[in-house]
């Protein structure tokens, strides 16, 4: 999906929907998102790990195909295409998240979470540029629907590995009706952990997308667009590389939330500076470099609280799907912001959205703050 996804801003932009409607767009999905997480932290689903990530790769390509068929009447059916979005993301992510809340041990929580993030950057610097020459290169929208089917047949190669492995591997009885489960295990520092994913939720749905779509909207150039995805990769491989090789203990990782919420006020320097190629460079960096100690801290935390206190499946799916619930609701708040300041104020002016990024710069201060005595929890044994 690192081919496809960083472009489909670009494509609504591209067959003429407007600024809007992409917000709406990805509003739905965190909506969706939300709506499914929730659903999960309270109902036991009936089919196994493994069959969910299954599924939320089937119906991501699924959405793929529709934009493949849709063409450019995707723009009439931006909402359908953005719910099929939203829950092919739940799936997977609900599920890959239980898994390793299940494979990984409480010491080896942090140590997963920064070379995790080390591959996914890695990936991040061959993809994204690789499409954005491919979409450059093809006349038309013909780019975009190479990129598309790429991902599309990549989709479901992984679907097929997944059933693969599933085939010689004992299967469980999924013919159970589900139920709804009782309290959630009471846990130190969980609420602290929630609001704290509340508050990297909001930085990232601001960061999410945004300076992607403005650096297209600036110089209409997918080359340009895929080496910005590839210049944040390769600056969050490089820190995500640095975590991994620093300690793990409480007095290291407060002095990296320090030093990634210092970091994270450089944005306000985009007050001062007018909105092109380079202040968007320049902010995209300062977002890559601040984000991974900010999620290697929190998915820490969180994966050994679940690992030690999920004493089953059920179990830990609940707390996974309560703590997106959380982090999902920070994204779609700070969407939702954006479309009611378009829907009060008319069409912004581009200038406009330096004084909304950089604002968006005082938002780790809240992270935080929340987040100080993490590294204590998840160093406890």
Excluded at 17 to 27: D, S
Excluded at 39 to 65: E, H, K, V, W
């Amino acid at each position: 999906m690192y081919s496809a996804s960083n472009f489909i801003g670009a494509w609504f932009w591209d067959i003429g929907t407007g600024l809007r409607p992409i917000l709406l767009f990805y509003t739905t999905i965190f909506v969706v998102m939300v709506a499914s997480f929730a659903l999960a932290s309270r109902i036991r689903q009936a089919m196994s790990s493994p069959a969910m990530m299954t599924m939320g790769i089937i119906l991501n390509a699924l959405y793929l195909a529709l934009l493949l068929v849709l063409q450019t009447k995707t723009r009439d059916y931006y909402i359908p295409l953005a719910i099929l979005d939203g829950l092919s993301s739940s799936f997977y992510w609900l599920s890959l998240f239980v898994l390793a809340s299940s494979w990984v041990q409480a010491g080896q929580a942090s140590w997963y979470n920064s070379w995790t993030g080390t591959i996914e950057a890695i990936l991040g610097l061959v993809a994204p540029p690789l499409s954005g020459w491919i979409i450059h290169l093809l006349p038309g929208l013909n780019g975009y629907r190479t990129v598309f089917f790429v991902a599309f047949l990549s989709l479901l190669a992984c679907a097929w590995l997944i059933l693969a492995g599933q085939a010689r591997t004992p299967q469980r009885d999924l013919n159970v009706v589900p139920h709804v489960l009782g309290r959630r295990p009471q846990i130190p520092g969980w609420t602290r952990l929630c609001w704290s994913f509340w508050g990297l939720g909001l930085r990232d749905g601001m960061y999410f997308f945004v300076p992607n779509l403005l650096l297209y909207i600036v110089t209409g150039s997918t080359v340009l667009l895929g080496f910005f995805t590839a210049m944040q990769a390769a600056l969050e491989g490089l820190v995500f590389w640095a975590l991994t090789r620093s300690g793990a203990d409480e007095k290291t990782r407060r002095r990296q939330l320090i030093a990634a919420t210092l970091i994270s006020l450089a944005a306000l320097g985009l007050f001062m500076q007018p909105l092109n190629a380079a202040s968007l460079f320049a902010l995209g960096a300062v977002i890559a470099i601040s984000y991974p100690a900010f999620k290697v801290t929190l998915e820490t935390a969180a994966l050994t609280a679940i690992s030690r206190h999920g004493r089953s499946e059920e179990e830990r799916t609940q707390l996974t799907g309560l703590k997106e619930v959380w982090i999902n609701v920070g994204r779609l708040l700070s969407l939702v912001f954006l479309v009611v300041l378009l829907s009060c104020l008319g069409p912004l002016h581009l200038a406009d959205f330096r004084w909304i990024l950089g604002l968006w710069a005082f938002i780790p201060l809240s992270i935080y703050q929340m987040a100080r005595p993490l590294p204590r929890l998840a160093s406890a044994d």
